[in-house]
């Protein structure tokens, strides 16, 4: 029952290298999330992917991009990773939504420090 | 973007004692969904609501979504130490995302 998995758990960079988020769903979801979490502001949505072959930014998308592999596998991407990117990130996914609101899934993070 | 307030930003309390927290936003919801995190872990969801009005319990939780559409209320019931964690409430209107309130952290005195 592995739910959504996020890879790796933990990484530290320099300013201004370049690193991909993994995230995949084994729950068959149409929809995934990316999420980062910082101290005292919550959860603020990066980009999003409705279904298979989209995406959309969210609250906060700039520095980073994704790539909606396939149904399963959503990742994200710092191509200059700077300090104000240092963050917790969390993937999501979720049943595309109908006539309800279908809530998120969350993996257990990726803990990112940029030097 | 939507801009929930969470309340109150912590709460330290004794074994036993009940526990309410609550979210408002600015603007209607269809959906509000309360989670809990636990250091080291992704939130895990623990009540979702669709309907204003609604109350919805999982054990010893109890969630309401506010006839206002624009807020949300969470209660526990005689906590315990394993309450212990960061409780988020998160709120969707008609669009693809979900908002996310900053959080209350709970922590339970044996």
């Known amino acids: 029952n592995a739910g959504v998995t996020q890879t790796p758990k933990f990484q530290v960079l320099k300013t201004g290298q370049s690193m991909t988020l993994q995230c995949a769903q084994d729950?068959?979801?149409?929809?995934m999330y990316w999420y980062r979490q910082d101290p005292g502001m919550g959860l603020r949505l990066i980009y999003y992917s409705a279904s298979e072959g989209t995406t959309d930014k969210g609250e906060v998308p700039n520095g980073y991009n994704v790539s909606r592999l396939n149904k399963r596998e959503f990742s994200l991407r710092l191509e200059s990773a700077a300090p104000s990117q240092t963050s917790v990130y969390f993937c999501?996914?979720?049943?595309?939504?109908?006539?309800?609101?279908?809530?998120?899934?969350f993996g257990d993070g990726t803990r990112l420090s940029i030097l | 973007g939507q801009q929930l307030n969470q309340s109150p930003q912590s709460m330290f309390i004794q074994e036993g004692e009940d526990v309410s927290m609550n979210c408002t936003s600015s603007?209607?919801?269809?959906?509000w969904l309360w989670y809990k995190q636990e250091p080291g872990e992704g939130p895990v969801l623990l009540i979702a609501?669709?309907?204003?009005?609604e109350l919805t319990s999982n054990g010893r939780l109890t969630a309401q979504f506010g006839i206002t559409r624009k807020d949300s209320f969470l209660n526990i019931s005689a906590s315990i130490p394993s309450d212990v964690g960061i409780y988020f409430c998160a709120g969707r209107g008609t669009g693809n995302q979900f908002y996310f309130g900053t959080g209350t952290s709970l922590t339970v005195i044996p």
């Open positions: 609501l669709y309907k204003a009005g």
């Open positions: 729950m068959n979801h149409n929809s």
């Open positions: 999501a996914s979720s049943e595309l939504s109908g006539r309800r609101n279908q809530p998120q899934h």
């Open positions: 603007s209607i919801f269809n959906t």
